[in-house]
């Protein structure tokens, strides 16, 4: 059973680098594509980008030049990081395997303020 | 971007109903389309894949249909643990999106 969990800071300030990690078990991150998904309060769900081990990377246009992912086989995790954040940064943050989302993390919530 | 629009965006029905949620992609989007399950605090549920193919492990209350550009979901025999939040999500063409989810609660 594929079991995914977020974690990081739940609390950034505006202008800085929201970093989250993706813990992967009961699978390898040296397979599949792996994605980022947030959904701020009370909006709907946005796609940010995924990462394949190979090094490929696909980020959501509307954050691209924000938005860094990276993965770590030796530690089998992912990560995501995010840049100048602002009070629209503020989500719930998803980790997910595949671009169609066959398995989710619960969700992480940070929020952006000073 | 593709648009995903789902209907209705809230759903009352009792439990032993059966109901059925649609989804429309802005443009042809073949079967690249899954449908998942989130309840409040959990982790997002996968049910179906590739429009009508069933995730391991998802009773069979649940099914898809649809290609193109219309899509179903359908739950028969709504049981209490069914009562959640379903969205829809294409993975066609990037960016991917997603439904702005259907609400089923409980009559």
């Known amino acids: 059973q594929v079991q995914l969990q977020e974690s990081g800071p739940g609390l950034v300030k505006p202008s800085e680098t929201l970093s989250l990690t993706c813990a992967v078990s009961?699978?390898?991150?040296?397979?599949?594509?792996w994605s980022w998904i947030r959904q701020p309060p009370g909006k709907g769900l946005e796609w940010m980008g995924y990462i394949h081990y190979s090094g490929i990377t696909n980020y959501n246009p509307s954050l691209k030049s924000r938005v860094t992912m990276s993965l770590d086989t030796s530690k089998n995790q992912f990560s995501l990081k995010l840049t100048s954040v602002s009070a629209a940064d503020t989500a719930v943050y998803y980790c997910?395997?595949?671009?169609?989302?066959?398995?989710w993390g619960q969700g992480t919530l940070v929020t952006v303020s000073s | 971007d593709i648009q995903m629009t789902q209907s209705p965006s809230s759903l009352s029905a009792s439990v032993g109903d059966r109901v059925t949620i649609t989804c429309r992609a802005s443009?042809?989007?073949?079967?690249?389309l899954t449908w998942f399950q989130h309840k409040p605090g959990n982790a997002p549920k996968s049910l179906i894949y590739a429009a009508s193919s069933l995730q391991s492990g998802v009773p069979s209350k649940f099914s898809g249909s649809g290609s193109g550009t219309d899509f179903t979901l359908t739950i028969s025999s709504l049981q209490p643990e069914d009562f959640a939040t379903y969205y829809c999500?294409?993975?066609?063409?990037?960016?991917?999106?997603f439904g702005q989810g259907t609400k089923l609660e409980i009559k």
């Open positions: 997910a395997r595949d671009t169609a989302m066959q398995h």
């Open positions: 999500q294409q993975y066609h063409t990037y960016p991917l999106t």
């Open positions: 009961g699978g390898f991150v040296s397979t599949y594509y």
């Open positions: 443009q042809d989007i073949s079967n690249y």
